[in-house]
């Protein structure tokens, strides 16, 4: 069984930074080939796409709300993804999970495009 371990989140101000991990331990594929998304939901709200990277051609991907604040890298030797958050706002509080899937276009914002997918991790920014 695939399993995705996201972690990092927690409680901050407005303003401040927050580094998510994604670590896929025995992960039974090429993670080089696989694209690694973040989604988030908010209470009350649907799940939405934060970010990607495809691991496959090295593209990255991020919604408007999160572009020139969040940062998403990849270390393939650890199976493990990380988005970095800076500048915070309230409205970035929200379940923060990761998901892994063959992308071959650029759909990367479409949760179906992806088969294996984390617990997720809380992120609460508020002051």
């Known amino acids: 069984e695939v399993q995705l371990q996201a972690s990092g989140g927690g409680s901050v101000r407005p303003g401040g930074s927050l580094r998510l991990s994604c670590t896929a331990p025995?992960?039974?594929?090429?993670?080089?080939?696989?694209?690694i998304a973040w989604f988030r939901q908010a209470p009350g709200r649907e799940r939405e796409a934060v970010s990607c990277?495809?691991?496959?051609?090295?593209?990255?991907y991020y919604a408007d709300s999160v572009k020139g604040r969040y940062t998403i890298s990849s270390e393939n030797a650890k199976n493990t993804v990380y988005l970095q958050m800076n500048s915070l706002k309230p409205e970035d509080t929200a379940v923060y999970y990761c998901?892994?899937?063959?992308?071959?276009?650029?759909?990367?914002?479409?949760?179906?495009?992806?088969?294996?997918w984390g617990q997720g991790t809380l992120v609460t920014v508020s002051s």
């Open positions: 998901a892994a899937g063959l992308l071959y276009g650029d759909s990367w914002y479409l949760d179906y495009e992806y088969d294996y």
């Open positions: 025995g992960f039974p594929y090429d993670f080089g080939d696989y694209a």
């Open positions: 990277i495809n691991n496959g051609d090295s593209k990255r």
